[in-house]
Each structure stands twice: as C-alpha cells, then as structure tokens.
C-alpha cells in the first residue's frame, strides 16, 4: 500500500506555491489567508489541519458542518468561513455556526443574517459569468446590495468572492480573479476571496486576500458523501 500522504506535507507543498506566487507578485505572504476547505471530510481530518497550524476552515454545507461543529468546538481560535450558497431558512443556523459568511448575494439574505442579531462578517459572492453556478449576484447589482448590508449594524462588509467555472486552466480564470480584483476597488471593499487547489497562484497575482483550497491539501474528496 501507498505510505498516506500527510496533511503536512500536502502543506509545505502548497505553502511553497504561495510563498513562490507571492515574490512573483511583490505582495507579502501576511497579505493572504489560506482557507482550508474542509467540505465532505471528518472532523479528524479538522484537527489535523489544525495541528498543522492551520486556523481557517472553509465549509460548503451548513448541515454537514451543524453535525461537525460540535468535534471540533475545542479547537481554540478556529475561525470558519461558510463558503457555499446559503438559503435565508439557514441563515439562523449558519449565523451560529460560521464567523464568516463568504456568499451573500441578497438584501434578503442579508437582512435575515442580520436580524439574528450576532455580529458577523460577510462577503458578497460576485457572478461573473452565466456559466458561474446560480448563486452570486450580478456586478450591477452590487450597489445596491452593498448599500443594504451596510445599513445592517450586525453585519460588517469586508470584500467579495467568486468562483469562476471550473477550468483547470489558470489562464482562463485568471480574468475571473482581474475582474473581482477591480470591483473590488470601486466599492472599498479590500477583501477578495478567489483561487482554489489548482489557479491559486494566478488569484495571489491578481490580489487574492483569501484563497480557498482543499484538494491540495486534503486529496480527494471522499465520495458519496453529499
Ligand atoms: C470545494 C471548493 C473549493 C476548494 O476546491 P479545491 O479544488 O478542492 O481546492 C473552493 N471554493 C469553493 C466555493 C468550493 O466549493
């Protein structure tokens, strides 16, 4: 049998991939969050992350990750990111499960996060093309929506995310990460959550604050589970 890759050096690997796309770009390692998706693994596989020193985690499953949170619970200072579409009959749930929700994309959603009254921060997640997934909202719409978060005290705006369409090549969503990078900069919002496993080094080029990575780090997921 093959000898487990471990978290840890899945680790080094993509650290090394960050540390070479930060030089490329002059930016400075502190400048970028790594977001460990955890999406369809154990709660073991958590703590190991985290003992790898990893404080992060992205989830894409408000239910899936109601039945984990309490395992990992323990684990101090943990911050978790809700990085899947979130329908507003969840928002409860995931306003007490998450600290971060990186997918807002409604004034409707938005109001019901806030009127659970715990303080949260949001993203926005921007649709940038009619081949993204459903969820997102429209760089038109983003005034309007940025206006509605805003008048919402329990909610503090940071930045935007998107997922572009799959493509393993990072050249065709390196637009993608251009384009959020510059919606970015109209609204005032200095976040960008953008780059998986695969284009994380075009998404640190193109500005990434936050990159979301789970296979890199993880291996594949297991299948079956949702
Ligand atoms: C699963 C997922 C990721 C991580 O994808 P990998 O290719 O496994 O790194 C990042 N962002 C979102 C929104 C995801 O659903």
């Known amino acids: 049998m093959m000898a487990r890759v471990t978290v840890r050096e899945r680790l080094e690997q993509v650290e090394q991939r960050i540390q070479t796309a930060v030089r490329r770009s002059g930016r400075a390692r502190n400048e970028i969050t790594l977001v460990a998706v955890t999406k369809k693994f154990p709660p073991p596989v958590i703590c190991e992350a985290y003992s790898c020193g990893l404080r992060v985690f992205g989830e894409n499953y408000v239910q899936e990750f ?10 101090a200072d943990a911050q978790f990111h809700l990085i899947g579409h979130l329908q507003s009959n969840k928002a409860r749930l995931a306003s007490e499960l998450f600290q971060v929700i990186e997918t807002v994309d409604s004034e409707k959603l938005a109001r019901r996060l806030h009127e659970c009254g715990k303080p949260l921060e949001v993203m926005i997640e921007v649709k ?19 206006t509605a978060i805003r008048g919402c005290p329990n909610l503090t705006l940071t930045g935007l995310m998107t997922m572009p369409p799959w493509n393993p090549d990072p050249e065709t969503t390196r637009p993608y990460f251009r384009r959020l990078a510059e919606l970015g900069r109209t609204h005032g919002l200095p ?4 780059g998986m496993s695969h284009d994380l080094e075009a998404a640190i080029e193109e500005g990434a604050t936050h990159i979301r990575v789970g296979t890199a780090l993880f291996g594949p997921r297991p299948k079956g589970a949702q």
Request: glycine share 4%; aromatic share 0%; proline share 12%.
């Open 66 to 75: 109601a039945e984990k949170r309490p395992a990992v619970d323990a684990l």
């Open 128 to 146: 940038l093309s009619p081949e993204q997934t459903k969820a997102g909202a429209a760089p038109e719409e983003l005034p309007a929506l940025i």
């Open 191 to 194: 976040k960008l959550s953008m």
